[in-house]
């Protein structure tokens, strides 16, 4: 994090229960602007939970889930928010909307958070190009006027589809799939598959991009095409990250931040150098207790 960096998504004690268990407990961090956030922690730890609140899959059962888009000046306004029961505040400057209180829908639609999941889920029988212009379906709908212009190609209608198309090539392209256009998705290799899916989600032009567990199954090789273009989305694109992943190699190389939970509690937060030597992270990894890391540690090799 930069000392000029600005906050996008703040998450405030948030607790998530399910009956007598307690998956999240009083879980505070904040994701950054033109950052990759990465979550990250043991089996079990609650980072797919986070995910699912932060979504909206899931309704948290306390806390505070914030996201602006626009002037940072707006997080003045959150208590505000808050106080009056609105999912969202809109101002000339941009728009503060609370999370935890919108369906996963209008998470996604309106406040612009694409998310893609651990299980691939594609349209198979589509090609690729169509599974990236089904991502645009809301906006060719509004542009059709809910009518038969869509069906006609009449009006605003032809340029919208134009522009959905011209997207869905730029992203074809920027993935490494341009000679694959009219391939079926599901014959694709794994780890075209799963930048496929990154790319149908930034073809909904998100603030925030959710992955979890990308790098799941892949090689060497396609791990090294992820994080290529996992960075250029940060880099390029006015799109933050999100990131859950078990394989550390991708975390230290692309993540800017890292927060760490361990049973649902954060245990460390900050910067990648500082939370791979974070002696409560490394005794959460091996499954041992804070003083018995060095040991544990000589013993695997470490």
Same mark, same amino acid.
């Given at each position: 994090?930069?000392?000029?960096?600005?906050?996008?998504?703040?998450?405030?004690? !948030?607790t998530?229960?399910?009956?007598?268990? =307690?998956? +999240?407990?009083?879980?505070?961090?904040?994701?950054?602007?033109?950052? =990759? *956030?990465? !979550?990250?922690?043991?089996?079990?730890?609650?980072?797919? *939970?986070?995910?699912?609140?932060?979504?909206?899959?899931?309704?948290? *059962?306390?806390?505070?889930?914030?996201?602006?888009?626009?002037? @940072?000046?707006?997080?003045?306004? /959150?208590?505000?928010?808050?106080?009056?029961?609105?999912?969202?505040?809109?101002?000339?400057?941009?728009?503060?909307? /609370?999370?935890?209180?919108?369906?996963?829908?209008?998470?996604?639609?309106?406040?612009?958070?694409?998310? *893609?999941?651990?299980?691939?889920?594609?349209?198979?029988?589509?090609? +690729?190009?169509?599974?990236?212009?089904?991502?645009?379906?809301?906006?060719?709908?509004?542009?059709s006027?809910?009518?038969? !212009?869509?069906?006609?190609?009449?009006?605003?209608?032809?340029?919208?589809?134009?522009?959905?198309?011209?997207?869905?090539?730029?992203? =074809?392209?920027?993935?490494?799939?341009?000679?694959?256009?009219d391939?079926?998705?599901?014959?694709?290799?794994?780890?075209?598959?799963?930048?496929?899916?990154?790319?149908?989600?930034?073809?909904?032009?998100?603030?925030?991009?959710?992955?979890?567990?990308?790098?799941?199954?892949?090689?060497?090789? #396609?791990?090294?095409?992820?994080?290529a !273009?996992?960075?250029? =989305?940060?880099?390029?694109?006015?799109t933050?990250?999100?990131?859950?992943?078990?394989?550390?190699?991708?975390?230290?190389?692309?993540?800017?931040?890292?927060?760490? /939970?361990d049973?649902? +509690? %954060?245990?460390a937060d900050g910067?990648?150098?500082?939370?791979?030597?974070?002696? %409560?992270?490394?005794?959460?990894?091996?499954?041992?207790?804070?003083e #018995?890391?060095?040991?544990?540690?000589? @013993?695997?090799?470490?």
């Amino acid at each position: 994090m930069t000392a000029t960096a600005q906050a996008l998504l703040e998450v405030e004690h !948030l607790t998530m229960r399910f009956g007598g268990l =307690i998956a +999240v407990g009083e879980l505070t961090f904040t994701a950054y602007r033109s950052e =990759i *956030t990465a !979550l990250i922690g043991p089996n079990g730890a609650g980072k797919t *939970t986070v995910f699912n609140c932060i979504t909206g899959f899931y309704k948290p *059962t306390e806390g505070r889930i914030g996201l602006v888009h626009g002037s @940072e000046s707006l997080w003045d306004e /959150l208590d505000t928010l808050t106080a009056y029961g609105n999912r969202k505040l809109a101002r000339a400057d941009g728009t503060l909307f /609370l999370l935890e209180r919108m369906p996963d829908y209008l998470v996604a639609q309106d406040a612009r958070v694409a998310r *893609t999941f651990q299980n691939i889920r594609l349209f198979s029988g589509m090609t +690729v190009l169509e599974n990236l212009l089904v991502a645009q379906h809301n906006p060719l709908m509004l542009a059709s006027g809910y009518t038969l !212009l869509g069906v006609l190609g009449l009006g605003g209608y032809a340029r919208s589809e134009r522009a959905a198309i011209d997207k869905a090539r730029h992203w =074809i392209e920027r993935i490494g799939l341009a000679d694959r256009a009219d391939d079926p998705a599901g014959a694709l290799p794994y780890g075209a598959q799963r930048r496929l899916e990154i790319a149908r989600a930034m073809c909904t032009d998100p603030v925030l991009l959710c992955l979890d567990e990308p790098a799941a199954g892949l090689n060497p090789r #396609e791990s090294a095409e992820l994080n290529a !273009l996992i960075l250029s =989305i940060r880099d390029e694109s006015t799109t933050s990250v999100l990131l859950i992943e078990h394989d550390m190699s991708v975390v230290m190389e692309i993540s800017d931040h890292v927060v760490v /939970l361990d049973y649902g +509690v %954060k245990i460390a937060d900050g910067p990648p150098e500082m939370v791979r030597n974070d002696q %409560k992270v490394i005794a959460a990894y091996l499954g041992v207790a804070d003083e #018995e890391v060095a040991a544990a540690e000589a @013993e695997v090799g470490l």
